[in-house]
């Protein structure tokens, strides 16, 4: 592996960075909070620290032929992603990149039924948050298209892992939609996921996109309730799919209906990442807070 460059080196970058050092690749962690510059300087990694929200405060020092993970999520609003952009204009003045790996999402797709996603399924999504991150899939094939730079796209379903479970969630006794009503959805363990990315920078080819999940959808609901289990919590209250809108967050509602089962076997065929959580219930046993 080259060196490596991680732009957005929050919950998933760490680990990322964590495998890296471990290939023995020098890494660079691009970061907006200043307070964690400190700590990731103590752990022997460089460090920069700025903003993509403006062009003219970037920062890429130490990208120019490094292996790049771009993990910033995109502002909210709108249907661009101007950080994404942002980025892209500024690696034209530091040099690009041997690489880039890029963390889409699944919100990317036009499916929202409950059917089965793949690599060639329509892109056309319907939220907001979806338009963003074809958005930054866009600006990122175009900048590796004009400077021949190869590039991979991963499209993550929902990330699970230690300090992201939905504890509060449950405890508040949030409700959610009843089985009956709740489609299928995919979600893929932290760990798994930097395993993934790594992978995606080893052995992915220039252009290639991959759906990444543990290959075991199962209902929103599903998965409450088996963090509730865990928990030795009581399951949440469950209600109709007439009644959800009005008692569910906007957040909680939009998490519900997107609803699509992400084919991952182009995932393990081409990049061969044996899953430490191929379900979600050994996932969220592994995931649970000491104190629990």
């Given at each position: 592996?080259n ?14 960075a ?16 200043v307070?964690?510059a ?9 460090v920069v ?11 890429l020092?130490g ?18 992603d101007?950080r994404?952009h ?15 790996v ?6 990317v797709y036009?499916?929202r ?5 793949t ?11 979806g ?22 796209i991963?499209?993550v ?16 006794g949030q409700?959610l939609?009843?089985e ?14 930097a395993?993934v990315?790594?992978?995606?920078a080893e ?14 959808p199962?209902s ?14 009581p ?9 959800a809108?009005?008692v569910m ?5 939009a ?9 991952n ?5 081409r990049?061969?990442?044996?899953l430490r959580?191929p379900d979600?219930?050994?996932?969220v ?8």
């Open positions: 592996m060196n490596v460059f991680i732009a957005g080196c929050g919950y998933i970058g760490r680990r990322v964590w495998l890296c050092r471990q290939a023995n690749a020098e890494v660079t962690c691009m970061i907006r909070q307070e964690h400190e700590e990731l300087k103590a752990e022997g990694y460089n620290t700025c903003s993509l929200d403006s062009d003219h405060s970037v920062v020092k990208l120019a032929g490094c292996d790049l993970f771009y993990m910033v999520p995109p502002p909210g609003g709108g249907s661009r101007l994404a942002n980025f892209c204009r500024a690696m034209e003045k530091y040099g690009p990149p041997a690489r880039i890029y963390l889409s999402a699944t919100s036009s499916a039924d409950g059917s089965v996603v690599e060639y399924s329509p892109v056309e999504p319907a939220t907001a948050m338009r963003r991150r074809l958005d930054a899939e866009t600006v990122f094939s175009e900048y590796a298209g004009h400077f021949n730079v190869p590039l991979v991963l499209r379903s929902g990330i699970y892992g230690p300090g992201r479970l939905p504890i509060m969630q449950i405890r508040q409700p939609l009843r009956e009503d709740s489609g299928p959805s995919s979600r893929i363990h932290a760990d798994d996921l395993a990315c790594c992978a995606a052995k992915g080819r220039a252009g290639e996109i991959f759906n990444v999940s543990d290959g075991r199962c929103l609901t599903s998965y409450f309730n088996a963090v509730a289990d865990a928990l030795g919590a399951r949440p209250p469950q209600v109709s799919l007439e009644d809108r009005r967050s906007p957040l909680m509602w998490y519900s209906i997107e609803t699509r089962v992400v084919d076997s182009l995932m393990i065929e990049l061969g990442v044996p959580y979600h219930q050994s996932g046993m592994a995931s649970l807070p000491e104190a629990v």
